[in-house]
């Protein structure tokens, strides 16, 4: 059976200009600084972020941690959103690794934090506190209906912070969907902030790998991070020239999924059993839920696997699907097919 695999944008394959480039990158040890590839990589992505400089990681969770420890120190806190990957997917590393101490505040349904609330949170000097020194952001943000963040809102959380003597850093896991949905670069999204990851294997086709970019010197506090980490990668040059292909290539593209994720979500909110709101689809991510009368998340996504179509179940009755390349408009209509065939079928 033909698979409509909506799980998520990770899901997609290198391509055969990525293959061809990786198979015939230029190589050298990267821990001794001398790979050429990674060093072009981290070129473009500190260019194409605005940023001074930039590093390679194997992953964003990897540059999230990294970034956490290179801007503080044990014991200080970091403030974050209550839905945000960091606190949410990433394993606690920030508390077991960093020995940093999580202020969590609400998001917002579009993934946003109230700027009032981060002010609030803001530690005063005094023995008794924690020191608040980071303030971290996602966009898109991931559990908020992939939403993207709008350039005014980080530009005027990231004064607030830094009035406070705070540093900001954006989970940018998906910042090119940001940058699509928002008609921003992701240099004009990125500028106010001390530093930013992003991800090359989401929806970007590289099989493996984030950059992070920022100021020369917090890079270089970056490194050794990544270095305790266990992240110093030899010949990662066979990896980084899949990422520069993404960044060249695979980034004009977005538009695609975008506009399929939107013909999802219209076609999802037409069934009965389904709720959604089309509206709040404004990148590649589409949550919707079943009706309390119908199946249980877990159930739904099992019997739909069985007709041909994966997504993930993210809550009791909440289901998320993601778009990416190489999913076509006729999967999309597909996937609507099955799912609304399902639906049936469990409300028997």
Do not use: W
Not at 98 to 125: F, S, V, Y
Not at 183 to 201: N, R
Not at 259 to 287: C, H, K
Request: charged share 20%.
């Amino acid at each position: 059976m033909p698979v409509v695999d909506l799980r998520s944008d990770t899901i997609t394959q290198p391509t055969s200009k990525m293959r061809t480039a990786m198979a015939n990158a230029e190589l050298g040890d990267d821990v001794f600084g001398e790979d050429p590839t990674v060093a072009r990589l981290e070129t473009l992505a500190a260019y194409t972020m605005g940023k001074e400089a930039a590093l390679f990681v194997s992953s964003g969770t990897m540059g999230n941690l990294v970034s956490q420890l290179a801007h503080c120190g044990r014991g200080d806190e970091i403030i974050l959103g209550d839905q945000s990957h960091v606190f949410y997917y990433e394993q606690g590393g920030s508390a077991a690794v960093g020995g940093l101490h999580a202020r969590t505040l609400p998001n917002r349904a579009d993934g946003t934090i109230d700027p009032a609330d981060i002010l609030a949170a803001i530690r005063p000097e005094d023995i008794h506190f924690p020191r608040s020194r980071l303030l971290i952001l996602e966009n898109t943000h991931n559990r908020c209906n992939g939403y993207p963040l709008e350039k005014s809102y980080i530009d005027g959380v990231a004064e607030t912070a830094r009035s406070a003597g705070m540093k900001l850093h954006i989970d940018g896991a998906r910042i090119f969907n940001a940058a699509e949905a928002t008609g921003t670069s992701p240099a004009e999204l990125s500028a106010a902030a001390d530093s930013i990851t992003f991800c090359l294997s989401k929806g970007l086709c590289a099989p493996v790998g984030s950059v992070l970019c920022g100021s020369s010197d917090f890079v270089a506090r970056a490194r050794r991070a990544r270095k305790l980490l266990g992240g110093g990668m030899r010949q990662a040059g066979v990896l980084a020239a899949a990422g520069i292909v993404a960044i060249e290539e695979m980034t004009a593209r977005l538009a695609q999924d975008h506009a399929n994720a939107a013909r999802l979500a219209s076609g999802l909110a037409g069934i009965e059993g389904i709720s959604l709101d089309p509206s709040q689809v404004r990148t590649n991510i589409v949550f919707f839920h079943l009706n309390e009368n119908g199946p249980d998340a877990a159930t739904f996504r099992q019997a739909l696997a069985e007709r041909g179509v994966r997504v993930l179940a993210l809550g009791p009755r909440s289901l998320r699907a993601v778009t990416h390349h190489p999913i076509t408009e006729n999967e999309i209509r597909v996937a609507i097919s099955e799912i609304g065939a399902c639906v049936q079928e469990l409300h028997r």
